[in-house]
């Protein structure tokens, strides 16, 4: 008696968008670099942001 194969699960990769972890490492990455810049922004003009911006 020939006692069938087992089912392979396929080898998918997960999706570049939506919310999984490449999207959210991407954020987090994103928003580090953005408060860098904040803060670079505020340290060398010597004002805020949103007065460096003419917000304030």
């Known amino acids: 008696m020939n006692q069938p194969e087992p089912t392979k699960t396929p080898n998918v ?5 939506g919310f999984n972890d490449y999207a959210e490492k ?3 990455r994103a928003a580090m670099i953005g408060f860098i810049i904040t803060l670079a ?3 060398f003009s010597g004002q805020g942001l949103l007065s460096w911006l003419g917000l304030n």
């Open 13 to 17: 990769e997960d999706p570049k968008f």
């Open 26 to 28: 991407l954020n987090g």
């Open 41 to 43: 922004i505020e340290y």
